[in-house]
């Protein structure tokens, strides 16, 4: 009785180490069918600037392979025309203006890398959640999403506070300060500048005014005092506005350490493809997540000398065809590796080509092919719609086009399945699963709304009508063109959103991109029979939209968006920021990636 007791009191025991000991082995099998998630995002790229794209003279056949080996997507968005709010989205799954990364203003993008606002620490982004799920995540390249909130090294919006275990890059973004001897950044930036530096003569105004009112100092003292302060904070602020802003925003780091400022851009390329090939190898037990942002293809348009002079579309096609070059290199390693067959690469671009990135009849910036507009302009399709390229051999269809629309949200929700974790219930995200659409086992994407944002205005709304096979694209708002700039506004400068520079319709201005997809027909009711109900949807579908939106702290404003020396992120003693650590070891780098 007693041993027959004993074993009654054993089984559920045996049975719960069983089943212990199966969920364990589950979870070890599991692991291992895990993909590992190689993500590649160029900076600036248009759609019409990929072979696989059409594109017939500009030469990419690493992405091109990506395409033949995998699922083209021809209807990919992103989530916002600009870097910093398409990013933002991208990383968190929602549009930028849930977590505050959407502007009220002129500067949509964050300005200074010595600026308080950046990626919110209560986002999650998917790296982290694939971090939790025990992927090792890196970052390579570009970042653009903040870094420090109160002090100078607090990192509250860095990478590493957002789920990468590893960060090799630039904090910031590219510029046309960054490379010696290129001509400063024009247009908004100037303007921007300037509003500084006579904000800076505004001050010193005010302090002689002050100290002239005061019986403080004898009346020929005061005259020398006066000039003199007025020449040091005009040599402060001139330091600031143009002299200083390669020490400023142009720097590298590795994880929280500045490992070069200025950074010494002819050699990034080189390091950028070194480090992620490094993080390849170390990591090629998997599962990883490495997400490759390039710098290029950005102005000012940094070209290593073996590219320069290859492309038949000057500086600008040289820098795609080296950028193309790294994604080989990239792909290399992980053949070599023998990963193919259980890594997920993924290739896209921010946001649409910069139509006005011109000098004199040389284009500077990307080429959006059929599309009208392009980066900085709301809800024109030449500014969102992107390269989308996925590769997973064995697992996805291999030479597939998909047209249905999905965004660069979708990859939020993608991933974090793919790596076993879940989706934030806690909030509200964008984003749909992309796997079944990619697998072909669902004919239709999830998408039936999408929202396409100016900064914190909404600009235009596209609608999905399955059963019809219809895209409809109704726009709010629109940015003036510069009359002989053919789709782009004036200068070097990026549209704006909101004020003198856009024109409002009501009705709106609808088109069928299914038909019509470079956007050169508005319909009327003449011309579409449905143009009412059409509009009527769209409008309740926004209606809809905007109850799901509360307010958040806001990233972009002018306060957050100021430079502040004490958040400077600086290599040495403030104001004296310098260091070169590559230097070092630069004979082993260029050597490395010469082999
Ligand atoms: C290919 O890309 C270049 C560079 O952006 C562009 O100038 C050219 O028009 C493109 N060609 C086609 C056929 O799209
Ligand atoms: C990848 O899968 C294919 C079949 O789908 C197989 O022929 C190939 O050997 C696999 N490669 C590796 C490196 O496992
Ligand atoms: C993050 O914090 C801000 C305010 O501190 C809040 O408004 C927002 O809803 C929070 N976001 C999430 C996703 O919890």
Same mark, same amino acid.
Request: with cysteine; net charge negative.
């Given at each position: 009785?007693?041993?027959?007791?004993?074993?009654?009191?054993?089984?559920?025991?045996?049975?719960?180490?069983?089943?212990? !000991?199966?969920?364990?082995?589950?979870?070890?099998?599991?692991?291992?069918?895990?993909?590992?998630?190689?993500?590649?995002?160029?900076?600036?790229?248009?759609?019409?600037?990929?072979?696989?794209?059409?594109?017939?003279?500009?030469?990419?056949?690493?992405?091109?392979?990506?395409?033949?080996?995998?699922?083209? !997507?021809? +209807?990919?968005?992103?989530?916002?025309?600009?870097?910093?709010?398409?990013?933002?989205?991208?990383?968190?799954?929602?549009?930028?203006?849930?977590?505050?990364?959407?502007?009220?203003?002129?500067?949509?993008? !964050?300005?200074?890398?010595?600026?308080?606002?950046?990626?919110?620490?209560?986002?999650?982004?998917?790296?982290?959640?694939? =971090?939790?799920?025990?992927?090792?995540?890196?970052?390579?390249?570009?970042?653009?999403?903040?870094?420090?909130?109160?002090?100078?090294?607090?990192?509250?919006?860095?990478?590493?506070?957002?789920?990468?275990?590893?960060?090799?890059?630039?904090?910031?973004?590219?510029?046309?300060?960054?490379?010696?001897?290129?001509?400063?950044?024009?247009?908004?930036?100037?303007?921007?500048?300037?509003?500084?530096?006579?904000?800076?003569?505004?001050?010193? @105004?005010?302090?002689?005014?002050?100290?002239?009112?005061?019986?403080?100092?004898?009346?020929?003292?005061? $005259?020398?005092?006066?000039?003199?302060?007025?020449?040091?904070?005009?040599?402060?602020?001139?330091?600031?506005?143009?002299?200083?802003?390669?020490?400023?925003?142009?720097?590298?780091?590795?994880?929280?350490?500045?490992?070069?400022?200025?950074?010494?851009?002819?050699?990034?390329?080189?390091?950028?493809?070194?480090?992620?090939?490094?993080? $390849?190898?170390?990591?090629?037990?998997?599962?990883?997540?490495?997400?490759?942002?390039?710098?290029?293809?950005?102005?000012?348009?940094?070209?290593?000398?073996?590219?320069?002079?290859?492309?038949?579309?000057?500086?600008?096609?040289?820098?795609?065809?080296?950028?193309?070059?790294?994604?080989?290199?990239?792909?290399? @390693?992980?053949?070599?590796?023998?990963? =193919?067959?259980?890594?997920?690469?993924?290739?896209?671009?921010?946001?649409?080509?910069?139509?006005?990135?011109?000098?004199?009849?040389? +284009?500077?910036?990307?080429?959006?092919?059929?599309?009208?507009?392009?980066?900085?302009?709301?809800?024109?399709?030449?500014?969102?719609?992107?390269?989308?390229?996925?590769?997973?051999?064995?697992?996805?269809?291999?030479?597939?086009?998909?047209?249905?629309?999905?965004?660069?949200?979708?990859?939020?929700?993608?991933?974090?399945?793919?790596?076993?974790?879940?989706?934030?219930?806690?909030?509200?995200?964008?984003?749909?699963?992309?796997?079944?659409?990619?697998?072909?086992?669902?004919?239709?994407?999830?998408?039936?709304?999408?929202?396409?944002?100016?900064?914190?205005?909404?600009?235009?709304?596209?609608?999905?009508?399955?059963?019809?096979?219809?895209?409809?694209?109704?726009?709010?708002?629109?940015?003036?063109?510069?009359?002989?700039?053919?789709?782009?506004?004036?200068?070097?400068?990026?549209?704006?959103?909101?004020?003198?520079?856009?024109?409002?319709?009501?009705?709106?201005?609808?088109?069928?991109?299914?038909?019509?997809?470079?956007?050169?027909?508005?319909?009327?009711?003449?011309?579409?029979? =449905?143009?009412?109900?059409?509009?009527?949807?769209?409008?309740?579908?926004?209606?809809?939209?905007?109850?799901?939106?509360?307010?958040?702290?806001?990233?972009?404003?002018?306060?957050?968006?100021?430079?502040?020396?004490?958040?400077?992120?600086?290599?040495?003693?403030?104001?004296?920021?310098?260091?070169?650590?590559?230097?070092?070891?630069?004979?082993?780098?260029?050597?490395?990636?010469?082999?």
């Amino acid at each position: 009785m007693e041993s027959l007791l004993r074993s009654y009191w054993n089984l559920p025991v045996l049975l719960f180490f069983s089943l212990l !000991l199966w969920k364990t082995c589950e979870a070890r099998a599991g692991a291992d069918s895990r993909p590992n998630i190689l993500i590649l995002m160029a900076d600036d790229l248009g759609i019409g600037d990929v072979g696989c794209y059409g594109n017939d003279t500009i030469r990419t056949p690493n992405i091109d392979r990506l395409a033949k080996e995998g699922v083209k !997507l021809t +209807q990919h968005i992103s989530a916002a025309p600009l870097c910093t709010p398409s990013r933002a989205a991208f990383m968190t799954g929602r549009y930028a203006l849930r977590s505050g990364m959407a502007s009220t203003n002129s500067i949509r993008i !964050l300005y200074w890398l010595g600026g308080s606002g950046g990626l919110p620490s209560n986002e999650t982004t998917f790296a982290k959640v694939l =971090q939790q799920q025990g992927y090792t995540t890196g970052l390579i390249g570009k970042w653009h999403l903040g870094v420090n909130c109160e002090s100078y090294n607090d990192f509250c919006h860095h990478p590493l506070n957002h789920g990468f275990d590893y960060f090799y890059g630039m904090p910031h973004t590219l510029l046309g300060d960054c490379q010696l001897g290129k001509p400063l950044e024009l247009g908004i930036v100037l303007r921007y500048r300037l509003w500084f530096y006579t904000q800076m003569i505004a001050l010193a @105004v005010f302090t002689i005014v002050v100290i002239n009112l005061t019986g403080f100092f004898l009346f020929s003292w005061k $005259i020398i005092f006066s000039l003199v302060l007025f020449g040091i904070l005009f040599f402060i602020s001139w330091y600031i506005s143009f002299g200083f802003v390669r020490y400023w925003d142009c720097l590298m780091m590795r994880n929280y350490e500045i490992t070069e400022q200025p950074m010494k851009v002819e050699r990034t390329y080189s390091l950028i493809v070194k480090e992620a090939v490094s993080f $390849i190898e170390r990591n090629k037990k998997g599962p990883f997540l490495l997400f490759v942002s390039f710098l290029h293809v950005h102005t000012p348009l940094v070209t290593s000398e073996r590219f320069i002079g290859r492309s038949r579309h000057g500086l600008y096609g040289d820098n795609v065809e080296e950028m193309d070059w790294m994604i080989g290199q990239i792909l290399e @390693v992980v053949d070599k590796q023998g990963l =193919q067959n259980n890594t997920l690469t993924y290739f896209t671009s921010d946001h649409g080509g910069f139509l006005e990135a011109q000098q004199g009849d040389i +284009q500077l910036g990307g080429w959006n092919g059929i599309y009208k507009g392009g980066k900085g302009m709301g809800g024109w399709e030449g500014g969102i719609r992107v390269p989308g390229i996925f590769r997973w051999l064995g697992v996805l269809p291999a030479d597939t086009v998909i047209d249905q629309p999905t965004s660069l949200m979708d990859i939020y929700p993608t991933v974090i399945h793919l790596g076993g974790g879940k989706v934030p219930q806690d909030r509200v995200t964008d984003g749909h699963d992309l796997m079944p659409l990619l697998q072909r086992k669902v004919q239709y994407s999830d998408h039936e709304f999408m929202f396409h944002y100016c900064g914190v205005y909404l600009h235009a709304v596209r609608w999905h009508q399955k059963e019809v096979g219809a895209v409809w694209k109704a726009h709010y708002t629109t940015p003036v063109f510069h009359p002989e700039g053919a789709g782009a506004c004036y200068g070097r400068r990026t549209c704006t959103c909101a004020g003198e520079q856009v024109t409002h319709h009501d009705p709106p201005l609808l088109f069928d991109l299914s038909r019509d997809p470079s956007e050169s027909n508005p319909l009327s009711i003449a011309t579409e029979p =449905q143009f009412d109900t059409i509009v009527k949807k769209i409008e309740k579908a926004v209606e809809e939209h905007r109850t799901t939106l509360t307010p958040v702290p806001l990233q972009l404003t002018w306060w957050n968006n100021m430079w502040k020396p004490w958040l400077q992120p600086c290599c040495g003693t403030f104001p004296v920021c310098w260091c070169d650590q590559e230097t070092e070891n630069r004979h082993s780098h260029l050597q490395e990636v010469k082999d």
